[in-house]
């Protein structure tokens, strides 16, 4: 069965970075599309970025000149490089991932990004 991981949350000041990984398992045929989504207790689960199989990426407005996605096919793992970051990043990020061949989509458990003023 598919399995995902999330993980490189932590606590940073503001203007700070962290660098999450995402790593699937269990996929059949490799992962075609992965999104990352936050979530805090003042707001609803956002989409944050995704990237498709061509490397074709997508970023929410307020991240999209300082976060990157990027993806390691070779080791079934995406990455979030988030750079500049502010006290309104916080929040719990989850990772998306859709296989080549499935009918659905699978969520990790999430890591917590936590940043101070």
């Known amino acids: 069965q598919v399995q995902v991981v999330e993980s490189g949350g932590g606590l940073v000041q503001a203007g700070g970075s962290l660098w999450l990984s995402c790593a699937a398992s269990?996929?059949?045929?490799?992962?075609?599309?992965v999104a990352w989504y936050r979530q805090s207790p003042k707001k609803q689960r956002e989409f944050v970025a995704r990237?498709?199989?061509?490397?074709?990426?997508n970023y929410e407005d307020s991240v999209r000149d300082r976060f990157t996605i990027s993806r390691d096919d070779a080791k079934n793992t995406v990455y979030l490089q988030m750079d500049s970051l502010k006290p309104e990043d916080t929040g719990v990020y989850f990772c998306?991932?859709?296989?080549?061949?499935?009918?659905?989509?699978?969520w990790g458990q999430g890591t917590q990004v936590t940043v101070s003023s």
């Open positions: 998306n991932v859709f296989p080549w061949g499935a009918s659905r989509d699978y």
């Open positions: 269990g996929t059949r045929f490799g992962i075609n599309a």
């Open positions: 990237i498709t199989n061509n490397s074709i990426t």
